[in-house]
């Protein structure tokens, strides 16, 4: 029986440079030394690290399976060692997404984004590994509903009869912390109830109906429902597999060629479109904005990253970001008003409510009419 393979892609927010911009080459020179530690003890098989905006990003292959606590505990000391790292250069918000003050067995629930699905690998692997900046977790919907569910995107589910039957999303309420499972197409209206409302409802898997292959993990950590407010935004990270019985990779990469809308920006605060951009382009100032979205390709070879590929180095996305471009300047001459700043009872896991409490005893009591 083959092995199976982990991919891990775990990523935090340990340090900006400058402000919430970027991410210092001097951290991801720390993070490469500790992974390469870990590869020449044999718990990785292969890693590559790169940022997206001002967070670090950890891919790492294995055989120790999802949720290890070894590899937690080492993508959670390599956040430590790049904090100290940030600190002593005083980047800003040094440190920002570890939450707790020691690791606990798990990075989930501390602070840190995690993807991470368990294979077996094909005679040819294709993985594309998304990783974005100033975004929630329900940024991957669309596009998950789109590689996966629409066949105007996905020609492969009209004429390719491995993926003709459809796939299945595992949905994750991340309020109330529980799941359901809906199978495309037939309950491609159901799925919609839920996926349109991205703050709350997130594609969390995706697994093929024949025969419940995995297709497509995502991360869905919001960090206002562990720290209990505001405290940055979330900025997740996605895998996605490609080819032979999944979308083709241009037709995982088709859906971002139109620059959604998306919760994010400054402050976590503030709605506008996602750009996707090449590795070099992934350091938003405007605003804290656009949001930016990079993915990496890599073929799989017995747990060997071959790449990356910079996927989004295309000039066939300049037009999108074009239109990103002008769909941010739309949206930022609404300044504070509503559809620019986000709807107001989702603004109550931001610094607003202290805000709202320093007015609170200027309210009097309205006449009836």
């Known amino acids: 029986m083959p092995e199976k393979i982990t991919i891990s892609v775990i990523k935090a927010d340990i340090g900006g440079y400058v402000g919430h911009s970027s991410m210092h080459p001097d951290i991801i020179e720390d993070a490469n030394k500790s992974l390469r530690q870990a590869e020449k003890s044999g718990m990785l098989i292969d890693f590559y690290v790169t940022a997206c905006g001002d967070d670090l990003e950890l891919i790492m292959t294995h055989r120790l399976g999802g949720d290890n606590e070894k590899i937690h505990k080492l993508a959670w000391e390599t956040f430590e060692k790049g904090t100290e790292v940030a600190k002593k250069l005083k980047l800003y918000g040094a440190g920002q997404d570890l939450l707790s003050d020691s690791f606990s067995g798990n990075v989930k629930g501390m602070g840190p984004g995690v993807a991470e699905m368990e294979i077996i690998e094909r005679t040819s692997e294709p993985i594309l590994i998304f990783m974005a900046d100033k975004t929630s977790p329900g940024a991957w919907n669309f596009p998950l509903y789109r590689m996966f569910a629409d066949p105007f995107t996905t020609a492969g589910l009209i004429i390719d009869p491995k993926i003709h039957d459809g796939f299945k999303f595992e949905v994750l309420d991340v309020y109330e912390n529980k799941f359901i499972t809906l199978s495309c197409p037939e309950e491609m209206y159901d799925l919609l109830v839920f996926l349109g409302a991205s703050n709350r409802y997130m594609v969390n898997k995706i697994f093929r109906k024949t025969d419940n292959e995995i297709g497509a993990v995502a991360s869905t950590q919001k960090l206002f429902l562990i ?12 895998i996605v597999r490609s080819q032979s019985g999944f979308p083709a990779v241009g037709e995982v990469l088709e859906p971002f060629a139109f620059p959604h809308i998306v919760a994010g920006w400054m402050r976590g605060s503030h709605q506008g479109p996602l750009m996707p951009v090449s590795f070099k382009q992934a350091n938003p100032t405007r605003f804290d904005g656009p949001t930016r979205v990079i993915c990496a390709g890599f073929q799989l070879s017995d747990g060997k990253l071959i790449g990356p590929r910079d996927m989004f180095d295309d000039p066939s996305f300049d037009e999108t970001r074009r239109k990103a471009n002008e769909v941010a300047d739309y949206f930022r001459r609404h300044g504070p008003f509503e559809p620019h700043r986000l709807p ?13 409490k320093k007015l609170e005893g200027r309210f009097v009591q309205g006449k009836k009419a």
Do not use: H, N, R
């Not at 720290?227 to 996605?238: L, Q």
């Not at 107001?344 to 709202?356: A, G």
């Open 227 to 238: 720290a209990g407010e505001y405290v940055g935004k979330d900025d997740p990270v996605m």
């Open 344 to 356: 107001l009872e989702e603004m109550e896991y931001t610094t607003m409510p202290k805000v709202m």
